[in-house]
């Protein structure tokens, strides 16, 4: 008990840059998850036509089956599985708006189950034709500007500070 009035004051919590990278990888996939499909595009604002099997088209599936058999339906989402994606979503407004579109891109690689961001294979979808190491240290700073978002703004608690 550390309050005058006899009560528990809350405990501060930092997020990492591992942990909001984590969250936002499972943001993208509980987006994905998502029944409505409109709905989870505008969620993401990303490709979700590319990036999604179209089962009720007849895609093949890996039952062995080509349409034919029941219908794959989406996993069941909680109402908290929603609220943490919306919230992580949300951690997007303490980022420059030029470096979103940089974010979504790595976090979708990483949610199709890369280990790492092909930072090579991202330059031309971002209309360049040099400057890996660059993206990676501008992901890197946007990363950690939502890090020290979620510590109050205190550039001190940031990760990235030694």
Same mark, same amino acid.
């Given at each position: 008990?550390?309050?005058?009035?006899?009560?528990?004051?809350?405990?501060?919590?930092?997020?990492?840059?591992?942990?909001?990278?984590?969250?936002?990888?499972?943001?993208?996939?509980?987006?994905?998850?998502?029944?409505?499909?409109?709905?989870?595009?505008?969620?993401?604002?990303?490709?979700?036509?590319?990036?999604?099997?179209?089962?009720?088209?007849?895609?093949?599936?890996?039952?062995?089956?080509?349409?034919?058999?029941?219908?794959?339906?989406?996993?069941?989402?909680?109402?908290?599985?929603?609220?943490?994606?919306?919230?992580?979503?949300?951690? @997007?407004?303490?980022?420059?708006? +030029?470096? =979103?579109?940089?974010? !979504? /891109? #790595? &976090?979708?690689?990483?949610?199709?189950?890369?280990?790492?961001?092909?930072?090579?294979?991202?330059?031309?979808?971002?209309? @360049?034709?040099?400057?890996?190491? +660059?993206? =990676?240290?501008?992901? !890197? /700073? #946007? &990363?950690?500007?939502?890090?020290?978002?979620?510590?109050?703004?205190?550039?001190?608690?940031?990760?990235?500070?030694?």
């Amino acid at each position: 008990m550390d309050g005058r009035d006899g009560k528990d004051l809350p405990v501060e919590r930092y997020l990492s840059f591992d942990e909001v990278q984590d969250r936002l990888v499972e943001a993208v996939l509980t987006c994905w998850r998502y029944p409505d499909r409109e709905r989870g595009w505008q969620t993401l604002r990303s490709a979700w036509p590319e990036i999604s099997r179209d089962v009720w088209a007849g895609d093949y599936d890996a039952r062995g089956g080509d349409g034919d058999s029941a219908p794959l339906r989406a996993a069941a989402m909680t109402r908290a599985d929603v609220d943490e994606m919306e919230e992580a979503f949300g951690w @997007l407004s303490a980022v420059d708006p +030029g470096d =979103r579109k940089l974010i !979504a /891109r #790595a &976090i979708v690689q990483l949610a199709r189950g890369k280990r790492e961001v092909s930072w090579v294979e991202m330059l031309p979808r971002l209309g @360049l034709d040099h400057g890996a190491d +660059g993206l =990676r240290m501008r992901y !890197a /700073r #946007a &990363i950690n500007a939502i890090c020290a978002s979620q510590s109050g703004g205190n550039p001190s608690r940031s990760v990235s500070m030694g």
